[in-house]
T-cell receptor, first 114, second 114 residues
Framework: DAKTTQPPSMDCAEGRAANLPCNHS???????VYWYRQIHSQGPQYIIH???NNETNEMASLIITEDRKSSTLILPHATLRDTAVYYC???????????????FGKGTMLLVSP | GAVVSQHPSRVICKSGTSVKIECRSL??????MFWYRQFPKQSLMLMAT?????????EQGVEKDKFLINHASLTLSTLTVTSAHPEDSSFYIC??????????FGQGTRLTVV
């Protein structure tokens, strides 16, 4: 799986948008970009994933650059409960590979403050 | 999302004893389950991957005789830490996947060996 680079930490004010960047310059054509988050002392939670088109769900939006070498996870209105470590992972889709393990990097610690 | 339940959430055991951690997929049949370990201030590290009815595949450096994994049914996988020692104290997390769907994580088990 391709490696990703994320800033170690970010701050965001409650109610504002949180934009978390991720670089994945070695991503291959059949690898997806996945985002998970881990709130302290809990298991990771799936957020969103995409291949090349921008994606949006009830939790977040995912913006992938045209060359697919980087992406941004957007939490439109951050709340205190969004404080967590956010992991950007590139991997093959389970639909293509049966199953594909997730390799976690160090992620970005997002701190949402009042 | 799908629900994956781990039990117990916390366990303290004496050095030399064995501890069993259960991982259940509550609303789907998990063809593949993954076990991770996370030390303080570090990221998740994959320990092993198991498919229902077959032997688990362990990552390099993980002792298969020490970390026994059983995936006897499509809804249950167990991890047994045998002859636990203080250095085995960690946060153990399972995830489950049904065929080509995404992986969902349990809430984790905090193991403390005294």
């Amino acid at each position: 799986d391709a490696k990703t680079t994320q800033p170690p930490s970010m701050d965001c004010a409650e109610g504002r948008a949180a934009n978390l960047p991720c670089n994945h310059s070695t991503i291959s054509g059949n690898e997806y970009v996945y985002w998970y988050r881990q709130i302290h002392s809990q298991g990771p939670q799936y957020i969103i994933h995409g291949l090349k088109n921008n994606e949006t769900n009830e939790m977040a939006s995912l913006i992938i650059t045209e060359d697919r070498k980087s992406s941004t996870l957007i939490l439109p209105h951050a709340t205190l409960r969004d404080t967590a470590v956010y992991y950007c992972i590139v991997r093959l889709s389970p639909m293509n590979s049966g199953y594909s393990t997730l390799t976690f990097g160090k992620g970005t610690m997002l701190l949402v403050s009042p | 999302g799908a629900v994956v339940s781990q039990h117990p959430s916390r366990v303290i055991c004496k050095s030399g004893t064995s501890v069993k951690i259960e991982c259940r997929s509550l609303d789907f049949q998990a063809t593949t389950m993954f076990w991770y370990r996370q030390f303080p201030k570090q990221s998740l590290m994959l320990m092993a991957t198991s498919n229902e009815g077959s032997k688990a595949t362990y990552e390099q450096g993980v002792e298969k005789d020490k970390f026994l994994i059983n995936h006897a049914s499509l809804t249950l996988s167990t991890l047994t830490v045998t002859s636990a020692h203080p250095e085995d104290s960690s946060f153990y997390i399972c995830s489950a996947q049904a065929g080509s769907t995404e992986a969902f994580f349990g809430q984790g088990t905090r193991l403390t060996v005294v």
